[in-house]
């Protein structure tokens, strides 16, 4: 058994500054010269910019958000000379080759926020014990921070115990998982190529302490989507019908879209997070956005819902003479574990104490960008698994209660460190 | 001054035995036998079938209504030789030819009743009376009873004093006003074409007892529409995903149709009265028709009504993968009265006692295809105009209590004759 | 092994022949007398009427229905004193007791058709080979034709083979499926209240010939619901202010029930099955009645479904200024095999040359009110089995193109035959 | 006849000026300090602040906005001691008595721009002469510019003109016209208690170059709304059945009040001019917020429009479990012009050459807050009239291409003149 626990401060206090210091996916260049700074520090080779993230690749970037993350980086004291190596790209990859033969093992966190503004009540512990997020409207709701904080436990834990491994580890800090947009590009830039394992893991979800589910189910494939209306128009007390109504298409899209048919195979999903329309109170709404997304349990399933969202908004378009554009802005896959893997995170659950390994089928029901970093190795014959790491939580991922069992994080290093040992010892 | 007194009896007790047997659209074959018959008897010559319809331009004509009805003329009696005159064609028009030279005057009467179940309360005169409507489902709800039995009155007087007249007159008894599709066959049937002058009126509507409107305005131009979606049944449970839903694309086409935007320049309207969607509750509705009506000030603004509609028919067909179709079932347009027959009409109320003529714009508000019959006049240099003939109400028109103050029926009479008198006297 | 190839043709004559005349669920009179005068000859006791349905428990009843399936059942020359035995319930109950010791097994077969229009196209076998539905509009397009076949037939194999079994047999015909209307009422009047073991099966779904799913899941609890919304007609062109329009409450409640959201903890389901609104075409429509159903994965998240839809129907009252009312017409609720009974059917198929027991979970993905039924025996501490037997099928259940392979049947009655076996002897 | 043509420069070289800085309503801190200017220059007392607004009838007065009109102002170098004058509420009041007996007389002038990108194509002559808007998604595209303007040379040529008038002059400029939300204030500040006439004027509308409507109607009622619907968030994958979706609350919503019927007695709009709605991609949406507004042909029709969409909005947030409010945000009301000033206005027209002055009733067809100062004047037997100066226009009122023919003007002012002559000469 691998005692952890000397990390048990640093996963904590890492965890609690990252919390107060959300940033949106893309917009992570303060968060990524922290990790930097740490891997460092560790002893790591920090691949970054585009060695890490093809840009052709890149899903739902919003040039803006870069540029207020890029602005926030300099207030912060982030170095030109650093921001200069990430080239306009968030996210690094740490790597440390042991100089044994063995096999190649990358791991991944993500490290982004949701825009969330959190809760300041008294019952909400970073609340309650001051390290609540000093950014309103964002907050790290989904437990990246304590994803990023593993990240970083863990690559100290390898590195102080590097001289009792083999092969070769990468370890992943991923950009913009919400939104399922960051693993795209990150996969494009080939930095998995020669990996010959890969694993990655999600904080709480369905999960309680002291339970890992190693085998979950219902990676729901998805597809985020950006549509416009465009209308033409008019004063809507003088001339109404010589209007175009971009709001009436878009509402009307709306309503059909959360209507789409489920499917008899499997389980599907639709939302429409943001809708903005209109103009002046008294002008017939000439523009509409919609960002939407769609969920499928398989591909198939996504396609059959993204193909029937296409055709309401084409329909809808017409029905109002507006003009329409859709745009993609970002996508997940759906991931079966190889068999080899789950015996792997059994056996390391199974080694730390008053942890259970749930190998019955239990259900993600969401989606996950890792499967495309997933799907990119096992493409090349690697191996691939995910992990749900259980944690009790007082409220929902992306509420502005959320919140993890902070117990949950030296069990989680432990068995990341007994996974690691078992493929890389 | 003119004295009608003589057919107060007749007006009622035809009234009211219409009221009893109301018969739809292109089915009034009962009625149409009663109508004959009395024009007969008073003399006229009386033309049937495609004498007075042009079956080529009928609208609106259902199959099984025109079968319902000739199986209820047989049951009620009707002459197997008087239905082969009628060759399936409902109203008729009685000819009477003074001999001397004169102008020829068109008058017409509508004969149909509309979908409503008569109220049974006992504040509803027909009901306390004894004469409410035999035919659950139907009534004569909008007057057309007591326009038939004011036609027949004024046949009668007509026949009574032709003596004194001059000229030709032609009484037409229009079947199928209600969704304004009976007109377009008989205006195209030729029978006005030689008409110099016509006369329509309708009771009740915005004009009291005692008033008569000789100059309305606001006969919404309209188009009657029947809609079908054809889409394809799926199992509701097993795989909803298979269907293409007809009902989505039909309530989504009703809820845009209703919000299709005011026009700036005048009145809209837009109606869709019956919608019948779907088959069994566990299978995705495959069939769905709407029976709808668009409305419009004038011919311009009902063309962006229906062209409105259209899109958006269309669009909802895309949406939701169905099929669609789109028939004519119904039309009228707009009327301006010339100004020899409105003065000619204020004339004929100011010498009955107790009448005001209402020259002021008095907006009609609805549709009447006897703007069909006024346009087709006015098309080769006639005079036409349609009055509105006050008669206090207690509830709307097409609702289950409407009902007329039938003292107006006398008054109704003395006008006609006095208009007929200053015409062809 | 049992050899059960004696029932083969009569196998196939009952099912084509029941195919050319469905009946609707509580109108199959004409269906029971044919089963009764069958079990009668083969030696049963027969229940009919209060005995084996109870009126109070019955749902979605239409007396029309009812009405038209008497006067059917009287053309086909059923007897009065059938029809009084029937007592204006459809169904029967067979029972056997083989006067020995022994459990008391009850089966059960479903009669009632579908509301669908049969395929004429030669493509479909049973218009080529003349056994097409005599009765347009209705047609088994569910297999309940090939159930109440087999049902006989089993019926005919256990009458010839009494002497080798103990216990007793109860045969439970079942009406109105469709709807899952019939077996609250069958479940209520005490027809299984003394049964240790029940079976039912279906034809078809999710199996394919020669699989026999005999641990099926995903039997979606369900309600079925019949909502009517009752507003104000007014003249849509004079007064359409005046309208509480009903239509606009069912399409507006229609587009948003579809959307009611996914549940993450399982499946859903949700369809309006039938629309009908509205009177005239210028009337602002002031009735709407609205055929649906939910369905959810577990009896919480059919309530989930039940209540969000019930805020929708009342939200849209509001909005619209219609009065609602909600009426319960059905109801099936989930099931879960007992495992002593899924062994007897493991062992029952393994006894059929060619045919495969499938004890991996399949999903059904509908509802079925068999399901009322076992509830029923489960809840006296009797064990209860639905399987489904496998049969190629060229298109989906309740289409036009519906049939199955008829070599499905004679193994289906061996299985049938084996798991009686197992059961009683 | 009045020669006014010393103005010309004037009211081309303000209207240009003003044009290239549109200012938002209760942001026109930079124009009232120009306005403010321009009087004194000429000799007016200038009332500001509380003594022309009444705070607390402020409507849609957004704190966000005024700051930004401030912090613009200041920019502008407009000195703290005018701003303080202003004291937060832009708009100003120019007095001058003649010190003779005789009537007062006010007159409106609205200085506010709308949300309008401006075309910067070259057929567009703001674009092309260089006095386009300087400030993107502003624009005077209804012509407050000119109004201003000559509202300036007005007052211009009056004070040149004292000696030769009676009586008192009042010299109102209004802010926030647009979304009738300034006049309220200034109606409630009493500024207008004292007057015995009141005049306001938009100019081209319906009306060409060389055109006066001197008795306009279809001055709408009008009430702007803001509503907010709040739900609950929750994660669109892994539950959404737990959030209470604002989103579909309000295009249900949206959908519903496009709908509401037309009414029977005269001209309705309704418009959603803004809707934002949603927080992140996969975030059930919890708050939505619409700008809109309906408006009526009288004070009962908008009363039907607005219960009509209050019931919609409540409806839909039981539908959807949210919370809602609704917030009025301005409103005017409908207008007769009185006689008296009918004829002031139609000689006044009649004096200027070239000038037509239409006494027949024109369809204003909007919504104009100068009824509620009219309204005023009226409610304490002062006499009140509004006028639409006519003149051509390339493209619709709050297009991006608006303009006016400048022309226009000219003659402008010299009806203004005469009629101010007529009144307290």
Chains 1, 2, 3, 4 share one sequence.
């Not at 896959?333 to 942890?355: F, I, Q, S, W």
């Not at 239990?362 to 190795?377: Q, Y």
Request: aromatic share 6%; proline share 4%.
């Amino acid at each position: 058994m691998t005692c952890t626990c000397a990390y048990h401060d640093q996963l904590i206090e890492i965890r609690r500054h990252l919390h107060t210091m959300p940033e949106e996916g893309w917009s992570e260049f303060t968060t990524t010269a922290f990790i930097v700074g740490k891997l460092r520090e560790y002893g790591y080779e920090v691949l970054l910019g585009k060695k890490v993230i093809n840009p052709d690749n890149c899903l739902g970037r919003n040039l803006k958000v870069v540029e207020a993350g890029l602005k926030l980086a300099r207030e912060n004291g982030v170095s030109e000379e650093l921001l200069a190596e990430m080239d306009g790209l968030t996210g690094c990859v740490g790597v440390m080759d042991t100089g044994r033969p063995g096999p190649t093992l990358a791991i991944r966190f993500d490290i982004d926020c949701v825009p969330v503004t959190e809760s300041t009540e008294d019952c909400h512990i970073p609340a309650r014990e001051g390290f609540i997020s000093k950014r309103p409207g964002l907050m790290h709701a989904c437990g990246h921070d304590a994803h990023t904080s593993t990240g970083l436990a863990v690559a100290h834990w390898f590195a102080d115990n590097v001289d009792q491994m083999n092969g070769k580890i990468k370890i992943l800090f991923q950009p913009a998982e919400e939104g399922v947009r960051g693993a795209a590009g990150m996969a494009a830039s080939g930095i998995l190529d020669d990996a010959d394992y890969f694993l990655g893991a999600h904080i709480a979800m369905m999960c309680k302490s002291g339970e890992v589910s190693v085998n979950p189910y219902g990676f729901l494939c998805t597809t985020k989507l950006d549509v416009t209306y465009t209308g033409r128009p008019a004063h809507a007390g003088v001339e109404p019908n010589a209007g175009h109504n971009a709001m009436a298409a878009a509402c009307n899209a709306f309503v059909q879209l959360l209507g789409i048919a489920r499917h008899g195979s499997g389980m599907t999903r639709i939302n429409v997070g943001q809708l903005v329309a209109g103009e002046g109170r008294n002008v017939i709404p000439s523009h509409a956005v919609m960002k939407m997304e769609v969920r499928g349990e398989t591909g198939e399933i996504n396609q059959y819902m993204y193909d029937s969202a296409v055709n309401i908004i084409k329909g809808c378009a017409l029905s109002q003479n507006c003009e329409y554009t859709i745009e993609k802005m970002g996508e997940a896959v759906d991931l079966t574990n190889d068999p080899e893997l789950v015996k792997v995170l059994t056996e390391a659950v199974g080694n730390v104490e008053g942890m259970t390994a749930r190998q019955d089928p239990m259900n993600f029901g969401g989606s996950e960008d890792a499967t495309i970093l997933a799907r990119r190795v096992q493409a090349h014959g690697g191996k691939a698994a995910f992990f749900v790491l259980g944690a009790d939580r007082p409220s929902g991922h992306h509420t502005a209660k959320f919140d993890i069992d902070e117990k949950a994080l030296d069990k989680g290093l432990a068995v990341w460190a007994n996974a690691i040992k078992l493929i890389l010892k």
